[in-house]
């Protein structure tokens, strides 16, 4: 009996030992994740002849054509027809002079009198424009506190002056939540208001009330500084619009000639504010002729996307992304002869580039697609702010409403041989017990964090629309951020398990129809 039960423990054991092997052979994807492959790929994204990848920029675009270059070769999908999303980005500055503003037939100095405001989403400042002024007031419309500076007020086709702020600013009993500022104090929420009430210009002024200087301050143009005026532009993202509408800060010499005094306009705010009444009317002998001119300088950068489509009829549309930026900070601009100046970026974040890259090779290179759809991004900008990862989840290229899970990769080959972070663990308790599960056996120690680096990376722009996302890391270290981050140093065979146990994890959300919890960020 006893001889028997040996026989059938061995025989059990065997069974086993051959399904985990059959498992392992049919997931040829387990296997194909490697330190060799992370090495690679790094030694290129992190080469001098890329110069630190900053965005936008020539290497920067090096990067992305090698990355979707690797995503083409595993067999990856186009997104849209393309391996590229790009992102639009812009310089600008004031053509001083061609830029100029009267009131009445009274011209006014460009920078002690007026400046314009930035071209940006809803406001565009080029053009010749021609209207009367309307002042008014905060130019708040607010149903949910009982006020309306636009009631009963015609501005269409005007241009409409309007303070900074709020009534009642500095009183705690005010009814726009006390001495705490709500939204419709912010200038852009003036200048939509103003636009959705047909204006066609919105000319700006600092309170009074509040302010003993009411000198312009609008964008901090180049031309208009000596301090700037040989420094290189930066490149931002361009959100103008067609349809904005000239936005400019006017000081005391405009208010001078539409009220007659400061004091004047001070009275009338104090009255408002006093009342919490609008007063608003069109002013008299008030005709304003504005021109503003930018130079303008277009470029761009791109996201890089690649997708294995689900092979479930019922789950293909809901989508696991997998995601990590590959740009860096550049090189310096000064430095002397044989100074090493470029950022390499190897773990930040050539690495996660790598992890990103090593996945998607490695779903590809199964026979079968998990039930639902694969999204491998590699995000521009993030040393910006999360540029790319904004843009996509404002453009997406799939229904942001169908991502069950974003997996991200930032720096995972530094800080000792296994240290493993999840930011954003607590924040999302399924997918840290998925992820914590898969780890065992990859010789990953786990070592908890808080939330404060929640939003250090592109995972949050996901996370912030409900979906379950983790930045996966290894944490920063004393060459974070400098020109000793180089590919000598990467640990590819800990980048290589990072990159597995999100393969893993990857396999296991792409594999059911569950969705996940999701925790408020506090």
């Excluded at 103008?240 to 006017?250: D, Q, S």
């Excluded at 489509?309 to 549309?317: A, H, N």
Aim: charge should be neutral; hydrophobic fraction near 35%.
């Amino acid at each position: 009996m006893k001889r028997f039960l040996k026989i059938a423990v061995i025989f059990i054991a065997g069974l086993a030992f051959s399904s985990e092997l059959f498992a392992q052979k049919a997931d040829k994807g387990t296997l194909s994740i490697n330190p060799a492959q992370i090495k690679e790929y790094v030694y290129y994204l992190a080469s001098d002849s890329l110069k630190g990848r900053k965005t936008p920029g020539k290497e920067l675009d090096m990067a992305a054509d090698y990355i979707a270059e690797k995503f083409k070769d595993y067999g990856l999908e186009t997104v849209g027809g393309s391996y590229f999303q790009t992102i639009p980005y812009f310089t600008q500055d004031l053509d001083v002079s061609n830029t100029r503003f009267s009131i009445d037939g009274k011209s006014f100095e460009l920078k002690s009198d007026f400046i314009p405001f930035e071209a940006a989403s809803d406001m565009n400042p080029e053009g010749d424009f021609k209207a009367e002024v309307v002042f008014a007031g905060y130019g708040i419309t607010a149903p949910e506190y009982g006020y309306d500076d636009y009631a009963g007020l015609d501005v269409n086709g005007k241009f409409v002056l309007v303070l900074k702020s709020e009534p009642r600013k500095n009183d705690p009993e005010s009814p726009f939540m006390g001495t705490n500022e709500t939204k419709h104090s912010k200038l852009i929420d003036k200048v939509r208001n103003a636009k959705a009430h047909g204006a066609i210009g919105l000319l700006f002024v600092t309170d009074p009330l509040n302010h003993m200087m009411l000198k312009p301050q609008g964008y901090p143009w180049q031309s208009l500084s000596k301090l700037m005026k040989n420094s290189q532009l930066p490149f931002q993202v361009d959100t103008r619009e067609a349809n904005g509408i000239p936005t400019i800060h006017v000081g005391d010499r405009v208010v001078e000639k539409l009220f007659g005094s400061v004091d004047s306009l001070k009275t009338i705010q104090a009255g408002i504010d006093k009342t919490l009444k609008p007063h608003s009317f069109i002013i008299e002998r008030s005709m304003c002729e504005l021109k503003v001119s930018l130079l303008i300088n277009t470029t761009t950068a791109k996201n890089v996307v690649g997708m294995i489509k689900g092979s479930d009829k019922k789950l293909r549309g809901e989508v696991v992304i997998i995601g990590g930026h590959y740009d860096h900070v550049g090189c310096m601009l000064q430095h002397k002869e044989g100074e090493d100046y470029i950022y390499n970026g190897a773990d930040d974040n050539a690495s996660g580039t790598a992890g990103v890259m090593a996945v998607a090779k490695a779903f590809a290179s199964n026979r079968k697609a998990p039930a639902r759809s694969l999204l491998f991004i590699c995000f521009a900008g993030e040393e910006m702010g999360l540029i790319g990862s904004e843009y996509y989840t404002k453009h997406p290229l799939l229904p942001v409403e169908k991502s069950v899970a974003m997996l991200n990769m930032d720096m995972i080959g530094r800080n000792g041989t296994d240290t493993l972070q999840l930011e954003g663990a607590d924040l999302n308790p399924d997918l840290r017990d998925i992820m914590l599960k898969e780890n065992v056996g990859l010789g990953l120690k786990y070592v908890p964090t808080g939330n404060e680096m929640m939003g250090r990376s592109d995972h949050y722009n996901f996370f912030k629309l409900g979906i379950t996302s983790v930045d996966i890391t290894g944490g920063l270290h004393p060459d974070y951020h400098t020109v000793r981050d180089n590919p000598d140093k990467l640990d590819c065979d800990k980048a290589s398990r990072i990159a597995t146990l999100v393969y893993r994890t990857a396999r296991v959300i792409a594999s059911e129809s569950r969705r996940y919890k999701v925790e408020p960020l506090k």
